[in-house]
């Protein structure tokens, strides 16, 4: 009996349905992962940015004195303060990436023979890039939420945030004074920098290590523990990229936060480097690396099973 041929995804389904169903299944995988992580991801924040209420938590077990820290004082909402924020970005972003990729990788590698390293590491950095100019907005106002540690009965607001970084750009000088949204993209040109090998990097190790797992397990194996791999896999993947890349995440984060220092100006790459290492030294561009560790790696362990699970619900895998 001739054996069926496997119907690919764009033939079960229009393009415009099969575009959905993909953004459907990568919001669904940030938004979860994201969730899940929220309060490591305002303490990596607070350690990042060298918050003064915050630097004696640098310690070993730092990060868990400080989640108990924020509950203590701002009680359990103060770990998902600028959750919404981190949702109103993660979400299109995720969508927008996971579809971005499942496009470009059909473009760059539409057979085994093409997936080498380099266009598996381009694929994953078009993915990382593709969403930024419109979300990352989102992700300034979420870190000046997440860096407010004032303990007074009004908690800070997306809209509060918003109004103290317009405020920012209009008392600034140059084209900002003229243009003051362009203060919402304090750090971007850093964050662009940073995501072409972290995005780049997660992919690469994602499908290399996927494309091992297949080649080396039984079929029987590998379906009966593809959940198990998935989260394995992915968790590496998010290990190595945050790493190798880290100190481009600490500069971005302080320039994103420096609003509230500098509200007449931004400050650029050069004087934020400086201005960390005058603070802590080499060690300043690895602080919160503990759970920057502890936060990516079931951030990406989640959201990409969760990619792959959401897939297979909406029979697009």
């Known amino acids: 009996m001739q054996k069926a041929e496997k119907v690919r995804p764009s033939q079960r389904f229009s393009e415009t349905e099969f575009l959905v169903r993909s953004a459907l299944a990568g919001g669904f995988a940030g938004g979860l992962a994201k969730t899940t992580v929220a309060p490591l991801d305002r303490v990596k924040i607070l350690l990042q940015t060298h918050n003064p209420e915050f630097v004696r938590f640098a310690g070993v077990w730092g990060p868990v004195h400080a989640l108990q820290y924020i509950s203590q004082t701002q009680g359990f909402r103060g770990l998902y303060q600028g959750h919404t924020l981190t949702l109103a970005r993660a979400i299109p972003h995720a969508a927008v990436g996971y579809t971005v990729y499942e496009k470009v990788k059909r473009w760059l590698m539409p057979t085994p023979e093409y997936q080498t390293s380099a266009r598996r590491l381009t694929a994953g950095a078009l993915t990382g890039i593709s969403a930024m100019p419109l979300t990352y ?181």
């Open 137 to 317: 907005p989102f992700e300034l106002i979420r870190v000046r939420m997440a860096v407010e540690t004032g303990q007074t009965t009004i908690r800070p607001t997306p809209w509060s945030a918003i109004r103290g970084i317009m405020a920012e750009g209009r008392s600034s000088g140059g084209i900002t004074g003229l243009v003051p949204v362009l203060h919402f993209y304090r750090g971007f040109t850093v964050s662009l920098l940073g995501t072409v090998p972290y995005r780049g990097g997660i992919f690469l190790v994602w499908e290399t290590l996927n494309a091992h797992a297949r080649a080396v397990l039984p079929p029987a194996t590998l379906e009966a523990n593809q959940t198990r791999i998935h989260f394995v896999v992915g968790a590496i993947a998010g290990t190595v990229a945050q790493i190798f890349t880290y100190p481009l995440e600490v500069i971005r984060r302080t320039q994103q936060a420096s609003g509230k220092g500098t509200p007449n100006r931004m400050i650029g790459f050069q004087e934020t480097v400086r201005s960390v290492w005058k603070v802590s030294g080499w060690r300043g561009f690895f602080a919160g690396l503990g759970i920057g560790l502890f936060k990516q790696v079931p951030t990406h362990a989640i959201s990409l099973t969760s990619w792959q699970l959401a897939k297979k619900a909406l029979h697009i895998e």
